[in-house]
């Protein structure tokens, strides 16, 4: 079945770049996506991912996309202290989405 | 002009009781959906409509019944609460747009079964 996989926590020091990675199991997820969720609010769709894509930046965030090996990794760069949140990966399952179990970003000054 | 709307965002209920989380959705979207956050943060989908039919039902307790009178709106009616249940549910829907079947996302409910 489908499963998305990432790590639990990061923690990072103001200015420093972060980086979250993940995989997914599905090869036919034709679109991969970054939720953000800051504490006591709702999920924020932070950028996402075409299959055919391996790069898309946005601003500081830079999505790498690896479909051979099913992964999909999160960058942000210059992380500032607002960036601490649980990012989420998903994967397109059919007409809904399958998360990860969301990876805590705790960013020190 | 909240894209996706869901009432109430709190509500803390004694076991046994019967609630409902009411959701609205103003983005002409066809599909709508519950998610069920835990205490973990763990993300799982509930149900799935489309166009007011249920495409996707995972294992829920059938005390979890969704209503939806028409594509704008999905209900979630919980029978029988039982402290398992507190979590954070959250409404959402989709629509194909340029980024492909993007799901936007509700504030989220916050239940708490005393």
């Known amino acids: 079945g489908e499963d998305v996989e990432q790590s639990l926590f990061l923690s990072v020091r103001e200015g420093d770049s972060s980086v979250i990675n993940c995989t997914y199991t599905d090869s036919s997820s034709t679109y991969l996506y970054w939720y953000k969720q800051e504490p006591g609010a709702g999920l924020q769709l932070l950028t996402y991912i075409f299959s055919n894509m391996d790069m898309k930046q946005d601003q500081r965030l830079t999505v790498l996309l690896n479909k051979k090996d099913k992964h999909l990794s999160l960058r942000i760069a210059d992380t500032q202290t607002g960036d601490s949140a649980i990012y989420f990966c998903a994967e397109a399952a059919g007409t809904a989405l399958i998360f990860g179990k969301g990876t805590t970003l705790s960013v020190s000054s | 002009d909240t894209a996706v709307s869901q009432t109430p965002k709190y509500l803390v209920t004694q076991m046994g009781n019967d609630k409902s989380i009411k959701c609205e959705q103003n983005l002409g979207h066809d599909t709508m959906y519950w998610y069920k956050q835990d205490s973990k943060k763990f993300l799982k989908i509930m149900f799935s409509?489309?166009?007011?039919?249920?495409?996707i039902n995972e294992t829920v307790p059938n005390r979890f019944s969704p209503k939806s009178p028409d594509k704008a709106h999905l209900n979630l009616h919980i029978n029988s609460l039982e402290l398992g249940d507190s979590a954070v549910y959250f409404c959402?829907?989709?629509?194909?747009?340029?980024?492909?079947?993007?799901?936007?996302f509700g504030e989220g409910s916050w239940l708490t079964v005393v």
């Open positions: 959402a829907s989709s629509g194909i747009e340029g980024n492909g079947n993007t799901i936007y």
């Open positions: 409509y489309n166009n007011k039919e249920l495409i």
